[in-house]
Nanobody
């Protein structure tokens, strides 16, 4: 059974940084695209960033481009999200997702393409 466990969230001041991690077990992690999504109170879950199985191809939401970096370590079955220059608008619960369908090209940014989800980690950006 696939299990994804996010960690690294917390409270940070505007302009600060956080690094999220998502550890996978029981899955074909090394073959699958991974992504980060986030959900703020009262809002739908939205795409943040995705990365293909090898780590070569990435895709970002416009709102986080040039501030966030997604990466992965297949030897550790872990995907990361480095978040810099955080803004209050980044406050949300952050979830990682795993896409078990083989695809070519840019990793998907569509929520429906991700089959497995973690429980989420809270990120709060506030002075």
């Amino acid at each position: 059974q696939v299990q994804l466990v996010e960690s690294g969230g917390g409270l940070v001041q505007p302009g600060g940084s956080l690094r999220l991690s998502c550890a996978a077990s029981g899955s074909t992690f090394g073959d699958d695209a991974m992504a980060w999504f986030r959900q703020a109170p009262g809002k739908d879950r939205e795409f943040v960033a995705s990365i293909n199985w090898s780590g070569i191809a990435t895709f970002y939401a416009n709102s986080v481009k040039d501030r966030f970096i997604i990466s992965r370590d297949n030897a550790k079955n872990t995907v990361y999200l480095q978040m810099d220059n955080l803004e209050p608008e980044d406050t949300a619960v952050y979830y990682c997702g795993e896409d078990e369908t083989p695809r070519v090209g840019v990793p998907s940014g569509r929520r429906v393409d991700y089959d497995c989800w973690g429980q989420g980690t809270q990120v709060t950006v506030s002075a």
